[in-house]
T-cell receptor, first 114, second 113 residues
Framework: AQSVTQLGSHVSVSEGALVLLRCNYSSSVPPYLFWYVQYPNQGLQLLLKYTSAATLVKGINGFEAEFKKSETSFHLTKPSAHMSDAAEYFCAVSDRGAGNMLTFGGGTRLMVKP | DTAVSQTPKYLVTQMGNDKSIKCEQNLGHDTMYWYKQDSKKFLKIMFSYNNKELIINETVPNRFSPKSPDKAHLNLHINSLELGDSAVYFC????????????FGSGTRLTVV
């Protein structure tokens, strides 16, 4: 069984400040891990993914995430927040099995203050 | 060209009705999914099809029935709609072996009144 926990359902930062969204996972197999972003009234868009290559993964819009096996974490960061980053962010883990099912965390709403 | 398209985008209907949501992908992916997103934004998988075969069928009421006429289409039919079915339903697709990234449709907001 696999699961994802996102600490903090809401995170608020000032424009230009560091963004840190936390994700911890549980998986019985080496995981594939993902971050998705959802803007209001839209579908989910893939930000980045970890598939057992480099542990530091760079994604779109200046985001990156680091896979830390010892901490079972895959936290998402961005050095400087922009107003356009305000959205809902989801961490997900894949079972890599038949059906390639993704299990999502509960999401974190990022708010960016001017 | 929309990669994963769902119709309709909005659906308002009365309790007890039957409705369908259609999904099509033009990415050549071999696996398609239906996810339900509730009012608290929680996403839960409902079904997964691989090359028209049902792979995943989570605990979903029998009133929900997926149909995949070919690997580019996965439709969702819902019988006897209930208030609790109100949610946003997302279709997604992926290609086996590419690391599992999904491409999502823009969602169908179903409101049962």
């Amino acid at each position: 069984a696999q699961s994802v926990t996102q600490l903090g359902s809401h995170v608020s930062v000032s424009e230009g400040a560091l963004v840190l969204l936390r994700c911890n996972y549980s998986s019985s197999v080496p995981p594939y891990l993902f971050w998705y972003v959802q803007y209001p009234n839209q579908g989910l868009q893939l930000l980045l993914k970890y598939t057992s290559a480099a542990t530091l993964v760079k994604g779109i819009n200046g985001f990156e995430a680091e896979f830390k096996k010892s901490e079972t974490s895959f936290h998402l960061t961005k050095p400087s927040a922009h107003m356009s980053d305000a959205a809902e962010y989801f961490c997900a883990v894949s079972d890599r099995g038949a059906g390639n099912m993704l299990t999502f965390g509960g999401g974190t709403r990022l708010m960016v203050k001017p | 060209d929309t990669a994963v398209s769902q119709t309709p985008k909005y659906l308002v209907t009365q309790m007890g009705n039957d409705k369908s949501i259609k999904c099509e992908q033009n990415l050549g992916h071999d696996t398609m999914y239906w996810y339900k997103q509730d009012s608290k934004k929680f996403l839960k998988i409902m079904f997964s099809y691989n090359n028209k075969e049902l792979i995943i069928n989570e605990t979903v009421p029998n009133r929900f029935s997926p149909k995949s006429p070919d690997k580019a289409h996965l439709n969702l039919h819902i019988n006897s709609l209930e208030l609790g079915d109100s949610a946003v339903y997302f279709c997604a697709s992926s290609q086996e072996g590419d690391g599992g990234g999904y491409t999502f449709g823009s969602g169908t907001r179903l409101t049962v009144v």
